[in-house]
């Protein structure tokens, strides 16, 4: 009994700590911030309550190129977009999830279809800002 009760606290601890973090934190950024209030929590413990929330559907996975997996307490299918420049990682709104390209792929690869994550890449508007300023820069020094 006391195992279970422990067991859901760690659950909750986990799941309120990715709703709290928002912006699709790592598995690290989660344990970063549980053990700022419960020091004695161990590494081990939050990534096994990550996966078996993952596993039993109450947080979502995102698996992003070349970086490590985030967490996601949004569990309806949406689409992401990673700034290549600053790593900012952030659902793409108003783009509903594309049901027909699940059935073209089942079709092309006969396949019995889960789902697709798509992660796009790009500049954050800030970091267009800043690689544009640079660019001025560069072009600014070649005048000289
Ligand atoms: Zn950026
Ligand atoms: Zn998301």
Redesign the pocket.
């Known amino acids: 009994m006391a195992k279970i009760k422990r067991n859901t606290i760690q659950r909750q601890l986990v799941i309120a700590a990715v709703r709290f973090l928002a912006d ?1 934190p790592t598995a690290e950024e989660v344990y970063d911030r549980i053990v700022m209030e419960y020091p004695d929590i161990s590494k081990g413990t939050v990534y096994r309550n990550l996966n078996s929330l993952v596993e039993c559907g109450l947080l ?1 996975r ?1 698996s992003v190129p070349s970086g490590a997996d985030r967490y ?1 307490h ?1 569990l309806s299918r ?1 689409y ?1 977009i990673k700034c290549s420049r600053c790593g900012k990682f952030m ?1 793409v709104e108003n783009i509903d999830y594309i049901q027909g390209l699940d059935e073209k792929v089942a079709a092309a690869t006969h396949y019995k279809m889960n789902h697709h994550d798509i992660v796009f890449s790009g500049l954050c508007p800030d970091c267009a800002k800043a690689a544009e300023e640079e660019e001025a820069q560069l072009l600014g020094d070649d005048a000289n």
């Open positions: 699709h979502g995102v996601d949004i949406h992401h659902n």
